[in-house]
Every structure is written in C-alpha cells, then in structure tokens.
C-alpha cells in the first residue's frame, strides 16, 4: 500500500492560488488513481479532484465547485500529484487530502474507494 505526505497549504487572500504536491512513498502504477478530498470543520469529508491513468490515457475528474479553478496534473518522475489552486475563494478553506488506489471509474468520488490517505493540509482563504 502506498504512503502518501501532502504539502502546500497556507493561508491566502481570496482570488490567490495555491498548488498543493502529494508525493508517494511507492510507485504509482499505470491503473491507479489519486484524488483529493477537503474537510471543513464541521462538515463531511468531500471529493475535490481526481486523476488517473492506464496505458497512454489520462483521465481528470472536478467536483462542480472547482472547475475552471483548479488542476490536477502528476510528474511520474518525481511519483507526485499536485493540485493548483488559482482564484480561491474563502468557501475553499478546509484541509486537503490526497488518497490512492485501483478505483474504478464510475466510483472516484468516494472516499471509500481509496485505501491510502495523506495526514491532511491546511489550506485557508480570507476574504
């Protein structure tokens, strides 16, 4: 099972970006995929973004909220995930996550599907 460490949260003004990095301690292999999630305080843990890939394919999920804002993009070479973050707005205050796992595709946006999950990042916009 992969081990994941989550980096990059801070604290930023509203309309700023942010690019969050969650590196591997193991491989990612061609099948799995990685997702971020956040938890406000109060709330329930939710699907941010995810990414996967098998063969020459690519793939890329948003939740509603995000798209248009942020990207998820990986660097095999450095066996990391990043998500950028531009235009945040304070409603995005919570902490980050980055999970793993061999999950299909219909079922990504699920924190059930993953079975390797980083501490957490803290990641607050002011208005």
């Known amino acids: 099972q992969v081990q994941l460490t989550e980096s990059g949260g801070a604290l930023v003004q509203a309309g700023g970006s942010l690019r969050l990095s969650c590196a591997a301690s193991?491989?990612?292999?061609?099948?799995?995929?990685i997702s971020w999630f956040h938890q406000a305080p109060g709330k329930e843990r939710e699907f941010v973004a995810a990414i996967g890939w098998s063969g020459t394919n690519t793939y890329t999920y948003y939740a509603d909220s995000v798209k248009g804002r942020f990207t998820i993009s990986r660097d095999n070479a450095k066996n990391t995930v990043y998500l950028q973050m531009n235009s945040l707005k304070p409603e995005d205050t919570a902490v980050y996550y980055c999970?793993?796992?061999?999950?299909?595709?219909?079922?990504?946006?699920?924190?059930?599907?993953?079975?390797?999950w980083g501490q957490g990042t803290q990641v607050t916009v002011s208005s």
């Open positions: 193991g491989r990612l292999a061609s099948g799995n995929t």
């Open positions: 999970a793993a796992g061999f999950v299909y595709v219909s079922n990504y946006r699920y924190a059930s599907s993953y079975d390797a």
